[in-house]
């Protein structure tokens, strides 16, 4: 299994501004996941992290709305830019590929709760 | 877009029933999975049943998985106040490792 925390783990946030959310985890992972949880919803899937290059989004989710990096294989970030209400919600990121091979189950992050006001 | 719808919605019964939940999906699959969230908190993985495989037990969790109805149940067995969360069903699909969330159900396990 992996280790994986998230800074911050809560944020009150003002609308217009941006959030950046850090994801790490305690081992070298092959694929790194961000998600959004709305309030009382399921989980959606913004992007998968690509190390060393782009991150590929999902329908619905685009990369000035949702900037993801991921420098290195333990790492990524996820920025919430020019925020509204509508953006509340808890953001995870997940991971796959512990030791270089998929096994298609996810180990999740505690999760982001943020609340715009 | 979510690909799975669970039922019900949510349940809520006594310490040492059966819980039994339902997951229905689209599209072929290669794995179907079930996670727990407590709080609403990060998911904890329970159990992978892969397209080929019908049955399968971990602990007190038993998975059906119909292919053909493309539909799953996830059975908890002598439930326990501990297991008071919602779960989510999850597919794969290909030989992608994204997951497709349903839509959950909250399950309330009183004393």
């Known amino acids: 299994s992996a280790v994986i925390s998230q800074k911050p783990s809560r944020d009150i946030c003002q609308r217009g501004t941006s959030l950046t959310i850090q994801c790490q985890v305690d081992?070298?992972?092959?694929?790194m996941f961000w998600y959004r949880q709305q309030p009382g919803q399921s989980l959606t899937l913004i992007a998968t992290?690509?190390?060393?290059?782009?991150?590929?989004?999902e329908s619905g989710f685009v990369i000035d709305k949702f900037p993801i990096s991921r420098p290195n294989l333990t790492f990524s970030t996820l920025t919430v830019s020019n925020m509204s209400p509508e953006d509340s919600s808890i953001y995870l990121c997940?991971?796959?590929?512990?030791?270089?091979?998929?096994?298609?189950?996810?180990?999740f992050g505690p999760g982001t709760r943020l609340t715009v006001t | 877009s979510q690909q799975g719808e669970e039922d019900p919605q949510a349940l809520s019964i006594q310490e040492g029933e059966n819980a039994t939940m339902n997951c229905s999906y689209k599209?072929?699959?290669?794995?179907l999975q079930w996670y727990r969230q407590n709080s609403g908190r990060g998911l904890v993985h329970l159990i992978l049943?892969?397209?080929?495989?019908r049955e399968k037990h971990s602990g007190r969790l038993r998975v059906t998985l119909d292919t053909s109805k493309k539909s799953s149940s996830l059975l908890i067995t002598a439930s326990r106040a501990a297991d008071t969360a919602s779960y989510f069903c999850?597919?794969?699909?290909?030989?992608?490792?994204?997951?497709?969330f349903g839509t959950g159900t909250r399950l309330q396990v009183t004393l």
């Open positions: 081992s070298q992972v092959t694929m």
């Open positions: 992290a690509n190390q060393g290059s782009e991150a590929t989004y």
């Open positions: 599209t072929s699959i290669n794995n």
């Open positions: 049943i892969r397209s080929n495989e």
């Open positions: 997940s991971v796959d590929g512990l030791g270089g091979a998929s096994s298609y189950e996810q180990y």
């Open positions: 999850a597919t794969v699909a290909g030989t992608a490792s994204k997951l497709t």
